[in-house]
């Protein structure tokens, strides 16, 4: 991907608040979500296919992630 590459309809979660520590997903080209930081909207971006995604969203919907750090 460019570093010109532009990732449009960035979405975050409707529980976030307004503090900005969320992360935020987008399509893209059809095989890949993007994630972000929203605290850093220009900076690392993060790829993944739509079976990785579907595994992270599983593991956080069964709690699998609920005792991180």
Known sequence: M?????ITGWRKSSYS??????????PFGGELVAARNSRDPEGAVLFFDRAEMGAFLAGVKNGELDNLG
């Open 2 to 6: 460019s570093k010109n590459t532009k």
């Open 17 to 26: 608040g307004s503090q900005g520590n969320c992360v935020e997903f987008a």
